[in-house]
């Protein structure tokens, strides 16, 4: 059996005053049959916008990040005994901000099984293992996504003097293995 749920993730960016609008997540769900009950796996997105305003120190830095508390909230669970695996990736089309500029990780623990993106690493167009637990979750987990923009200076805040946004979508997919 397989279930799809959709919630939409826009990130807007602006230049010095850099702001990511979480507005939705693409998420999707793969899980298998069980004769008596099918497995399930939910993913909730708690972040509805994220701001990232960067410091003359983050300039000096090259880099603006959004970490813990402050970055993308996902919670996740399933009933599955095989546990399930949080997966990330850019959208492609339409986004502004240059796909290795837009970094990731979680240092939430991975469950029991699993494993968690603890490095930094470039968003791409393939799914990245964020985060994932070898069996059932219940209650929810909350997974923190850090998010890293980098190369500041690269990005002109010409015409809107100071205020140019960028944008770039996410795609958070839920699979039970």
């Known amino acids: ?30 899980v298998a049959t069980a004769p008596v009950q099918a497995a399930e796996a939910f993913v909730h997105i708690n972040t509805p916008s994220l701001t990232l305003t960067p410091s003359a ?12 508390s402050s970055g993308i909230d996902v919670k996740v669970k399933t009933n599955s005994p095989t546990g399930l695996i949080l997966k990330v990736r850019s959208s492609g089309a339409g986004n502004t901000i240059r796909l ?5 990780r979680t240092l939430t623990p991975a469950g029991p099984g699993g494993a ?11 799914d990245l293992n964020l985060w994932s637990i070898g069996i059932a979750q219940g209650p929810f ?10 190369n500041l200076g690269d ?19 839920v699979v039970s293995p």
């Open 1 to 30: 059996m397989t279930d799809a749920r959709a919630w939409m993730a826009v990130a807007s960016y602006r230049r010095r005053s850099w702001v990511a609008t979480i507005a939705t997540v693409v998420a999707t769900m793969v």
């Open 116 to 126: 968690a993106l603890i490095s930094w690493t470039p968003l791409g167009l393939t």
């Open 100 to 104: 290795g500029d837009l970094l990731l």
């Open 155 to 173: 990005y002109d805040d010409l015409p809107n003097a100071g205020y140019t946004f960028y944008t770039h979508t996410f795609v958070f997919t």
């Open 141 to 150: 987990v909350s997974v923190a996504t850090d998010v890293r923009i980098r």
């Open 57 to 68: 120190q983050d300039y000096a830095n090259d880099y603006v990040d959004a970490v813990g």
